[in-house]
């Protein structure tokens, strides 16, 4: 099992992120004023960009609500070739929830949000298996409005497409372009949709590593 931080270490005029093993930055984010814009992130010295598409929201208004992707990104490689996407779904249009799916070279991931209070912000992330491959914890205690993440996986291959995510996902939902000065905030989020909770496997963390990819 692979257990990295990802550190917000700028929140004001711009967002930086570093993915951190151990002492070691093994991933950089950097993020423009305007979250729909491009992300650059690099990871294990490859680089990456998240590109807002802005053709899949106005696709959005002409198919029907079960197919809508909200907030859709595509990822490019170092080449600039479109190598993948991430972005909201829902489950069901009622009485239903939200997740998000990150295809990353025609493979699909599924990442549930789950609030658990106290316990904290937990998110699975699931293979096309429907098999549990990683879990991101958010802490409930963040500074100067900047968040961290305990990311879970795997292996390597699983990791940078976590990281991936945490970095939409956090700029998405938590990160708002606005200056804030020295403050200490505590936030709890909690799910009550029981479909949504019973995917969430305490025992998860106890399972060997696997192989690297």
């Known amino acids: 099992m692979l257990t990295n931080k990802l550190i917000q270490t700028k929140a004001n005029l711009g967002k930086i992120y570093e993915l951190r093993e151990a002492d070691k930055v093994i991933g950089r984010t950097e993020i423009p004023l305007t979250f729909k814009r491009q992300i650059n992130s690099s990871i294990a010295n490859k680089n990456y960009k998240l590109q807002f598409s802005y053709i899949q929201e106005a696709l959005n208004w002409f198919v029907h ?3 809508m992707k909200l907030l859709p990104f595509q990822i490019y490689d170092e080449t600039n070739v479109l190598v993948g996407s991430v972005c909201e779904r829902r489950a069901r249009r009622f009485f239903g929830y939200s997740y998000f799916e990150l295809i990353y070279k025609g493979e699909s991931y599924y990442f549930y ?3 658990l209070g106290k316990k904290g912000l937990k998110i699975l992330m699931y293979n096309a298996e429907d098999s549990q491959v990683g879990l991101i914890e958010k802490d409930s205690v963040f500074y100067d409005n900047k968040r961290t993440y305990t990311i879970h996986t795997l292996n390597r291959h699983y990791q940078m ?25 505590v936030e709890y989020e909690y799910t009550f949709n029981k479909e949504l909770k019973n995917k969430y496997d305490p ?4 399972r060997r590593y696997e192989d690297e990819k």
């Not at 497409?161 to 970095?167: D, G, H, I, M, T």
């Not at 700029?171 to 905030?185: D, I, L, M, R």
């Not at 025992?203 to 106890?206: A, D, N």
């Open 113 to 115: 949000k789950i609030g």
């Open 65 to 67: 609500s079960k197919n």
């Open 203 to 206: 025992s998860f963390l106890e």
């Open 161 to 185: 497409l976590a990281y991936f995510f945490s970095v939409y996902f956090n700029n998405a939902f938590y990160s708002p372009n606005e200056v804030v000065g020295k403050s200490k905030h």
